[in-house]
């Protein structure tokens, strides 16, 4: 018997490494984390680095201030619904560098220590208010069309000026 429950837990440990690795896995490797700041644009700054979420694209938006509501909240909607979603610290795994300096990464927030994460670029597409990229995961593209068929963010009623630039 105690042989036979050896081979099992082995074959299991060997069927889970063949699995994918999981946000948890991905946040835990992030080579860039610290308290994020959110630019107008929609990117963030950690430390001294600026860092644009891969996979999407975040189509300028125009949003007429308010004086009367408290806080004051001005700026694209994408970096509106970012400064809200994030709470704490980010942790980002860089894909790449842009010419300007700019880091090219996949960005997590977690709740816990041990939470697996929540994919800031899939936030913004399912919100709606952003567009996947060609060459971005699978997921980004069905998220976009669900938020564009539940007409979310951009693809909602127009409450602003899209700008495409």
Same mark, same amino acid.
């Given at each position: 018997?105690?042989?036979?429950?050896?081979?099992?837990?082995?074959?299991?440990?060997?069927?889970?490494?063949?699995?994918?690795?999981?946000?948890?896995?991905?946040?835990?490797?992030?080579?860039?984390?610290?308290?994020?700041? @959110?630019?107008? /644009? #929609? *990117?963030?700054?950690?430390?001294?680095? =600026?860092? $644009?979420?891969?996979?999407?694209?975040?189509?300028?938006?125009?949003?007429?201030?308010?004086?009367?509501?408290?806080?004051?909240?001005?700026?694209?909607?994408?970096?509106?619904?970012?400064?809200?979603?994030?709470?704490?610290?980010?942790?980002?795994?860089?894909?790449? @560098?842009?010419? /300007? #300096? *700019?880091?090219?990464?996949?960005?997590? =927030?977690? $709740?816990?220590?041990?939470?697996?994460?929540?994919?800031?670029?899939?936030?913004?597409?399912?919100?709606?208010?952003?567009?996947?990229?060609?060459?971005?995961?699978?997921?980004?593209?069905a998220m976009e069309r669900?938020?564009?068929?539940?007409?979310?963010?951009?693809?909602?009623f127009p409450a602003d000026?899209?700008?495409?630039?």
């Open positions: 018997m105690g042989f036979m429950r050896s081979w099992l837990v082995v074959v299991a440990l060997g069927l889970l490494m063949e699995l994918p690795p999981s946000n948890l896995a991905a946040a835990n490797r992030a080579d860039i984390v610290g308290a994020a700041t @959110v630019l107008d /644009d #929609g *990117s963030l700054r950690i430390g001294n680095r =600026i860092i $644009r979420m891969y996979g999407i694209y975040i189509v300028p938006t125009r949003q007429i201030c308010s004086t009367f509501s408290r806080p004051v909240r001005c700026g694209g909607r994408a970096a509106v619904a970012l400064e809200t979603k994030i709470q704490g610290f980010v942790f980002c795994h860089s894909v790449g @560098v842009y010419a /300007d #300096g *700019s880091v090219s990464a996949v960005c997590y =927030i977690r $709740r816990t220590f041990r939470s697996a994460g929540e994919d800031l670029a899939a936030y913004l597409l399912a919100e709606g208010w952003a567009l996947a990229l060609p060459g971005a995961p699978f997921e980004y593209f669900i938020a564009q068929t539940r007409k979310l963010g951009l693809w909602g000026v899209i700008t495409f630039r």
